[in-house]
């Protein structure tokens, strides 16, 4: 938990962020996914001063247990002074010990971010979803738990002045925001009218920035003249030497099929699966990770 200190931004983890996603579309299945279509609703995490903290708390928790369908968790909350935002004891359940900061008893607001962080160790430790290293699996279950539709808890506790600055989670706000555009773009929901923290609207408008960028790479039909020319050029280049080409700074690369036409592979722009088709011109690539199909020219 950032408090006080600066923020880091930008796209540090972005290739591990890819990943993450990939990682969860193999594990859970397109089907799966898409029964997260609907996000969390601010109404269901909503935490008054007025609330009762240990009860609240535990009100919250289980309107995230129910979201991330675990209804045989059962998640006991507490406080204490500690240096991160919260932690989670992992067992075989059915009960789940969550320690929250201390901080959180001022500051009620948050705690549903918190908790949708520590909650989805949970439900990633049941499916025996992991990455190697600490930081790798953070980054893992920021993903998981934004692109499932409670992420947008984790962006919105980003806040930053000339005064001070809090940022929950392992995930930079513009990857957050990254995140949820990837997900937003999905299913067709629109996370920025449940923001209250204006930082958090400008990092979403740039995660979804670089978001839309990813359909507009070639070999897609949407991409833009420049990078169709590179492409043009490229592919040229691999049909002459008829060997494995991969362009420095572009996600597509090129190569040779045994006897057959050369291949050009890129990565999907919903899953990041690598999808791979024939340069013959005009086709339609379907991923057969996430199913969404793609307009290419190749």
């Known amino acids: 938990m950032g408090n006080g200190g600066p923020v880091r931004h930008g796209y540090p983890h972005l290739q591990t962020v890819r990943a993450a996603v990939t990682a969860l579309y193999k ?13 969390v609703a601010p109404v269901d995490v909503a935490f008054c ?31 204490r002074e500690m240096t991160h935002a919260a932690n989670i004891e992992l067992t075989a359940g059915p009960e789940y010990f969550v320690e929250l900061n201390d901080r959180f008893r001022t500051h009620r607001r948050d705690i549903g971010a918190a908790l949708a962080h520590e909650i989805m160790h949970v439900y990633l430790h049941r499916l025996d979803l992991a990455f190697p290293g600490t930081r790798e699996n953070e980054i893992l279950t920021d993903t998981a ?26 995930l930079t706000p513009e990857e957050f925001g990254y995140v949820l555009a990837k997900r937003s773009l999905l299913f067709g929901e629109d996370p920025s009218t449940w923001f209250t923290s204006a930082r958090a609207y400008e990092a979403y408008g740039a995660g979804l920035a670089l978001a839309r960028l990813d359909e507009r790479q070639p070999p ?79």
């Open 145 to 170: 738990t934004t692109y499932l539709g409670a992420g947008w808890l984790l962006l919105d506790a980003y806040r930053e002045d000339g005064a001070s600055s809090q940022k929950l989670g392992y």
């Open 220 to 298: 897609l039909t949407a991409a833009g003249w420049a990078g169709r020319r590179r492409y043009a050029r490229e592919r040229r280049h691999a049909q002459e030497h008829a060997r494995v080409t991969a362009p420095d700074g572009v996600p597509y690369s090129f190569a040779p099929d045994g006897h057959g036409p050369l291949r050009v592979s890129f990565p999907c722009p919903t899953c990041h699966q690598r999808i791979r088709v024939p340069v013959r011109g005009r086709v339609r690539a379907r991923c057969a990770l996430c199913r969404t199909v793609w307009e290419c020219d190749t």
């Open 27 to 39: 594990r859970l299945s397109y089907d799966t996914i898409a029964t997260f279509a609907t996000s």
């Open 49 to 79: 001063d007025t609330d009762d903290l240990y009860l609240g708390a535990q009100r919250v928790a289980r309107e995230l247990v129910l979201h991330y369908r675990l209804p045989d968790a059962r998640m006991i909350v507490s406080f």
